[in-house]
């Protein structure tokens, strides 16, 4: 008992000198002057990174915890469910509320409803969870709008989709580091109750770590009139310029423009000037088309975050959910270092069919794996295998989402990363409320489904915006 505590401290130990070594290190570089993009990218990524490292264990790991610890098992995905639909709803007020605080400061405050949320369950008190989840749910939205809006006045057109790789890479550390601790941590058949509370204080303390180092973020720089960032240090507000338009012409034909011309700006008048924006943008034939891949990251972030790591735990042993997750890790690092280049060296096209590819395999394995007859029983290293690939294939959708609204909408963000969030965490919610009763042949048909439609509508995107690019006049219109 003392040795398995002793490991435990250790492990506690490591865990939060790692984060904060990580601040230390990176102020340094700040005493250094380096780029203030480069800087506040790298440094929200160290963040989220331990924020994540605690929220992306717990949601692989909780329907299995409470089904052991309180003998509920869909509690778990009931949780799961709250988080998403409120998450989904909450991301039309989101830019607004971003707008009045700033990104700065709604980042950090946004990131406390992560702590609360891991720190209910300690009391593994079945209100108090559900409380704590649909608070979360409305905290991740506005979370994620900052979040785009930050990533987007620190970077460029010619080095977002680079960025937006490096950002995929280090917030999916987390899946490395939690499911370590989750593997080494974690034995036998069941999770006893005590080893359960003790894995979710490690946790708790990686989240506030995590909130701390959102901290020490600097402004972002203001968008100059071209939608790019300039030099001159503003308040976190002044990210939220929205271009003046036509209300029939789209809003790609007026943020693209590559040139000495410059952009009519104006400051929204306050929360409710947004709010019509997040809706009238919501129609635009851009963001329908790109809705159809958001959808779909949002039942594949259902499936290889919960579900599938609730199967491994289900077939194999609860312990081999932390080797699902540092596979699933592995796949979405490699992937966000490999896309984020390749779609500046190919097109963002080229990476949604990759992720397209990657899968098409995932799921043909998963079927073979689990549900035909090939096999006498699974082999948990193909199922490891299979967790590598759907790693591997989100990060491509998403890099290449990522990289397409903060070029799409420069000038806009706060309000595409909202939609975003609306249409990816909706559909999540929707499929975690009927995960419980539908087969498996039936969720990947669902997804294979999904997965068609979503990679045509992000390629009839890209290709309008290639298309734009390449006239001579700029991004113009297309009809």
């Known amino acids: 008992i003392l040795s398995f505590k002793f490991v435990n401290i250790v492990v506690c130990c490591c865990s939060s000198s790692f984060f904060f070594d990580c601040t230390i290190r990176l102020l340094v570089v700040r005493a250094m002057k380096v780029d203030r993009g480069a800087y506040n990218v790298v440094l929200h990524g160290f963040g989220f990174m331990a924020l994540f490292t605690a929220f992306q264990t717990s949601g692989g790991f909780q329907t299995t915890v409470l089904k052991d610890t309180m003998h509920k098992p869909d509690l778990g995905n009931i949780s799961l469910s709250i988080i998403y639909v409120l998450f989904a709803f909450g991301n039309f007020l989101s830019p607004g509320l971003v707008y009045v605080g700033g990104t700065r400061l709604m980042m950090v405050l946004s990131a406390s ?61 987390s899946l490395l580091i939690g499911n370590l601790m989750l593997y080494f941590l974690i034995g036998g058949e069941t999770v006893e109750r005590e080893t359960a509370l003790f894995f979710y204080r490690i946790l708790t303390g990686v989240a506030i770590g995590g909130i701390v180092i959102l901290c020490f973020t600097l402004p972002s720089t203001p968008l100059k009139k071209n939608g790019e960032p300039s030099t001159e240090e503003v308040g976190d507000a002044s990210s939220l310029v929205v271009p003046v338009v036509n209300e029939k012409e789209s809003a790609v034909e007026i943020e693209f423009i590559h040139g000495e011309s410059e952009l009519e700006v104006w400051k929204p008048q306050g929360a409710l000037d947004l709010f019509k924006d997040v809706l009238k943008m919501m129609v635009e034939k851009e963001m329908l088309y790109l809705s159809l891949a958001i959808m779909y990251s949002g039942l594949e972030l259902t499936f290889f975050s919960a579900n599938y790591p609730t199967l491994i735990g289900n077939v194999f042993r609860p312990k081999d959910i932390g080797l699902s997750g ?116 039936y969720k990947l048909l669902i997804l294979g489904i999904a997965m068609l439609f979503g990679s045509f509508g992000y390629v009839v995107v890209d290709r309008r915006m290639r298309k734009m690019a390449s006239s001579n006049t700029g991004y113009n219109k297309l009809e």
């Open 326 to 441: 540092i596979s699933v890790g592995c796949g979405e690092i490699l992937g966000g270092l490999l896309f984020g280049r390749l779609g500046k060296w190919a097109s963002l096209s080229a990476v949604v069919m990759c992720g397209l590819f990657v899968h098409t395999c995932a799921y043909i394995l998963i079927f073979i794996n689990f549900e035909s007859n090939v096999f006498d029983s699974p082999y948990l290293s193909i199922a490891l295998g299979i967790s590598f690939f759907l790693g591997l294939g989100d990060s491509a959708f998403n890099t290449a989402l990522y990289s397409s609204l903060g070029t799409l909408y420069t000038a806009r963000s706060s309000q595409a990363f909202g939609l975003f969030k609306f249409f990816q965490s909706g559909m999540a919610g929707i499929a975690f409320a009927y995960t419980s009763q539908v087969p498996l042949s």
């Open 113 to 173: 409803g992560y702590g609360l949320f891991i720190a209910s369950i300690l009391s593994l008190n079945q209100p108090l969870i559900l409380a704590a989840s649909a608070w979360l749910g409305l905290s991740a939205a506005v979370l994620w709008t900052a979040q785009g809006s930050f990533l987007t006045t620190n970077t460029t057109s010619e080095n977002r989709s680079v960025f937006s790789g490096i950002f995929w890479a280090q917030l999916q550390c």
